[in-house]
């Protein structure tokens, strides 16, 4: 039974899908525990991404304007769909929305019926710091202890956990261009035993460590991290560099690695490698996690993972999120297709006039035309 018939197999097909609001998401991870919830969601990247020949996939959908992106990420395989809805709009906590929000359906392919309705905002953060430990476990060298955090914002303590719990990090090094971002981290991570290191820049908060994680948000061609702050045998998490026009890595950077990417044509227009030119070579993480390509060919190598998100990480925290809401009882049943007697008559559900008779008081029968 694949992962995914082992979802569906406890799905209702009714048109009544799961339905898992922000609150009953967060009551999910509370209850499960955060560091179980990236280790979970990272156990179904890894058997999906194992049987990656398994699925439709496409690049992502995105619509851009000055101040953001709203992207669709569809992907499939022959049990099961699900596609997210997702924005990027850095500007957006000067007027107290976040950069990021998020929602997606899982659906049965058979029938086409949704089989759970989600957000995805807080789940993003989960499955982005689930694929950036499950890459380094795979990339990174052994006994990798320190790591450099640049850019503490939303994600951040997020990636700090992951990596603590999934790859044995206990020490931070961190750099912001905004102070009260670091601040916000150090106090969220106050009670986690990692070892937390403010530096005053760039530069010194790489110097000494194993992997450096860049998730910076500005939607531009920045340069934050140059070939001479690199180090033999360093590994980069490279995860702000996600769309067409903003990338994070020195070009020098990339000439001096071995680069692993998601889905090579998403990451050729959006990832720090759209800077490169298109014979490029890369490898991508489904090859290293499946023994047909290799990863890190040495201790002294540099290995960059170009991360940009993709759609089958969504699927695998879907389908994480689905089977754990089942489990525990949690969620709502959501009215989101019309209930009809005759599937073949839509129009006889106006006249019924029986789905909320106490909201909807019109007598059955009766259809106001126009």
Known sequence: MTSSQNTLSKASFSTMPLYLSAPDAVALVRR????????????????????????????RVANHSKDGVIELMPISDDMAYSFKYVNGHPKNTAIGLPTVMAFGVLADVATGAPTLVSELTLTTALRTAATSALAAKTLARPGSRVMALIGNGAQSEFQAIAFQHLMGIDTLRLFDIDPQATAKLLANLSGSRLRLKVCTSIAEAVKGADIVTTITADKA????????????????????????????????????AKVFVEFTPQTRIEGDIQQMPAEFVVTELWEVLNGTRS????????????????????????????????????????????????????FGTLLEGISHPATHPMAPGTVVIA
């Open 32 to 59: 499960k525990g955060l560091k179980n919830c990236i280790a979970g969601i990272a156990a179904n990247i890894q058997a999906d991404f194992f049987r990656w020949t398994d699925f439709d996939k496409s690049a």
């Open 221 to 256: 061609c920045a340069t934050i991290l140059t070939a001479d702050m690199l180090a033999p045998g360093m590994h980069i998490n490279a995860v702000g560099g996600d769309c067409p026009g903003k990338t994070e890595l020195a070009a020098e950077v990339l000439h001096a």
């Open 295 to 346: 990863g890190r060919e040495s201790d002294a190598q540099i290995t960059v993972f170009d991360s940009v998100g993709f759609a089958l990480e969504d699927f695998s925290a879907l389908r994480f999120m689905h089977d754990a809401a089942l489990a525990l009882g949690m969620g709502e049943r959501l009215a989101l297709i019309p209930q009809m007697v005759d599937p073949k008559n839509l």
